[in-house]
């Protein structure tokens, strides 16, 4: 068994509590309809990342929601980079997996397919 990595992003429509957590929810239910032999219980743990307009709410919290309730969960800030796109979450999931590193489904919503094209 592998560690794998799968990425995701998605932008927020205003920092609001109820705005990050649907979208976040959103992200993460994508993720798992893109790979759907994932399940919580094969999630090492999770990395989010937020723009530094987003302090509403910790986007970790819609996985909790989601009922991810055993997964280590981490929030930080996303670095201030000039021109970036704004109201912005990420997420790094680490899933144990036998599943080829090709096989993984990244997950880029909203705005947010622009920051990788080649995966949206």
């Known amino acids: 068994m592998f560690v794998r990595g799968i990425r995701g992003a998605v932008n927020v429509p205003a920092n609001t509590k109820e705005d990050i957590l649907t979208v976040t929810r959103e992200l993460l239910r994508a993720i798992l309809d893109a790979n759907p ?19 509403a709410a910790h986007p970790a919290l819609a996985a909790r929601q989601l009922g991810w309730t055993e997964v280590p969960l981490l929030c930080a800030q996303e670095i201030p980079v000039p021109d970036s796109l704004p109201r912005c979450i990420r997420v790094l999931i680490h899933w144990n997996t036998d599943r080829p590193q090709n096989k993984i489904r990244h997950v880029y919503l909203r705005e947010a397919a622009r920051l990788r094209p080649d995966l949206s």
């Open 37 to 55: 032999e994932l399940t919580p219980e094969d999630i090492g743990s999770a990395f989010f990342t937020a723009t530094p307009d987003l302090d």
